[in-house]
């Protein structure tokens, strides 16, 4: 009986442990030339599905919840828009974005 009021408390600890929480980050969105870059910090990360950030304006304030990406699974770092839109840091895929 011991052993199972041991087993039990175990797996709910690693149950309770492996929930994982979302964590948003303040950030803010930047919209040049048709290319949208999440600004965090120092850092402007493109986004690959703008579309999550087409309702915001930009220089908006923001929480965003992302994850970084190598690229976007197209060609779209291959071609730049304009002269006005760097490199930037890297790329991300939105996870949530909602308004400060």
Same mark, same amino acid.
């Given at each position: ?11 709910? +600890? ?21 290319? &949208? ?29 992302? &994850? ?10 291959? &071609? ?14 939105? +996870?949530? +974005?909602?308004?400060?």
């Amino acid at each position: 009986m011991k052993k199972l009021v041991y087993f039990v408390i175990a797996v709910s +600890i690693c149950l309770l442990s492996s929930c994982k929480k979302d964590s948003y980050t303040n950030a803010t969105v930047v919209k040049v030339c048709g290319i &949208h870059f999440l600004r965090v910090l120092d850092k402007e990360y493109k986004i690959c599905n703008a579309e999550k950030t087409s309702t915001f304006e930009n220089n908006q304030k923001v929480f965003a919840n992302f &994850h970084l990406v190598k690229n976007c699974g197209d060609n779209r770092d291959q &071609h730049p828009v304009c002269a006005l839109v760097g490199p930037g840091d890297g790329w991300i895929n939105i +996870i949530d +974005i909602k308004m400060q």
